[in-house]
């Protein structure tokens, strides 16, 4: 919970997520942490994959999620077969590493803070997302 107090009250500009899959409950606890961000006027970019890269039986999961971030005016970015899972708060901060953050997590997942324009950088170059 510490990464989403972090990303929400420090973020000044942009706040980038990519999370290659989302689930509605995990969506909700995050929605009320990226708000206090975009109410200081930061923009917040959630990176996903496509509804279509989804096999019919988890497509409606999806739709309840995307439905929340649309709902609380979060840009939404799909990209097909990206598997990668981080996010960069103001072109500066990442945090990188094996948990979804808009989805399930697991105990043994873990996440490294870095702290790199240039590492920043060739992470939204690599999403495509700028």
Do not use: C
Not at 23 to 38: E, G
Not at 55 to 73: C, I, S, V
Not at 92 to 99: A, E, K, L, M, P
């Amino acid at each position: 919970m510490a990464l989403t107090i972090g990303l929400s009250a420090n973020a000044k500009k942009e706040i980038i997520i990519v999370s290659p899959f989302l689930r509605k409950r995990r969506t909700l606890q995050m929605v009320q942490y990226l708000k206090i961000a975009s109410g200081k006027k930061a923009k917040v970019i959630i990176v996903t994959r496509p509804k279509t890269d989804f096999k019919e039986k988890d497509q409606t999961a999806l739709d309840n999620a995307l439905e929340l971030l649309q709902q609380n005016d979060i840009r939404i970015v799909f990209k097909s077969n990206i598997h990668q899972k981080f996010a960069i708060m103001d072109q500066n901060i990442i945090w990188y590493g094996s948990i979804n953050l808009l989805s399930y997590g697991n105990a043994k997942e873990s996440m490294m803070r870095i702290e790199s324009p240039n590492i920043a950088n060739e992470l939204i170059k690599r999403i495509g997302e700028t």
